[in-house]
């Protein structure tokens, strides 16, 4: 597959299969393409050549490095949280006792019980950030895709987080994550995708985190040719999980 802007290609020579259930770190140097892929994944961008198969972008839940809400707009965190609910309420429902039940849980899981009826002008980043997972509960998705999701949010709040990704692997979501923090990605992650503008390695992040593959992916990045050919894919092979 390759991924592009205006046919410059961004991501190139990208094959992999994550399989259902996956609990996936996307890793690389400043510019490797790692939030053109999340993009692409979550049905944002479209690829230049080859194809993303498995995925319906209705049902994946993406939050982005930066979210690009004005954090101003006066909504109450359990209105705001509410809006996870959409795409089964839609614009004219109404939302049910068994809505606002789901809505309780979700602040419970993140740690924000209390925090309903206050502004999300109010909140500090990781109750921001926690805010924002509870949405991702409701929203209820099978795939879930988080850029950066652990920026400048304080420890507490990361291992708290770390482990909702956990219990909802457990459950059977795929969960695909670009991080940077190396130490935290061995600890939390059994795959990782290390991505320079091309494919470095892929697998188990033991064999992918290596010194050699990191110098390699360093190395690979700053030659990229931004005028290359888009890559010819395959013919498709109808697989189980999400294909690109």
Known sequence: MTLGYERHPAVHHLSLVVAAGSLVAVVGPNGAGKSTLIKALAGRLDPIGGWIEGLDPHRVAWLAQHAGIDRSFPISVRDF?????????????????????????????????????????????????????????????????????????????????????????????????????????????????????????????ADVLTPANWQRALHMQEPFDDGAEVCHAAPRLHAHGATA
């Open 81 to 205: 949280v509410m809006l996870g609910l959409w795409h089964q309420v839609r614009a004219l429902g109404r939302h049910t006792a068994a809505h606002r039940q789901a809505c309780h849980s979700a602040l419970a899981e993140v740690g924000l019980l209390g925090f309903e009826r206050r502004g999300i002008d109010s909140l500090s980043g990781g109750q921001w950030q926690r805010a924002l997972f509870a949405r991702l509960i409701l929203q209820d998705a099978p795939v879930v895709l988080l850029d950066e999701p652990f920026a400048a949010v304080d420890q507490r709040t990361t291992n708290d987080l770390l482990a909702l990704l956990h219990r909802w692997v457990a459950g059977g979501k795929t969960v695909v994550a670009v991080l940077h923090d190396l130490a935290q990605v061995r600890a939390h992650f059994p795959q990782t995708l290390l991505l320079a503008r091309e494919p470095i390695a892929w697998g188990a992040t």
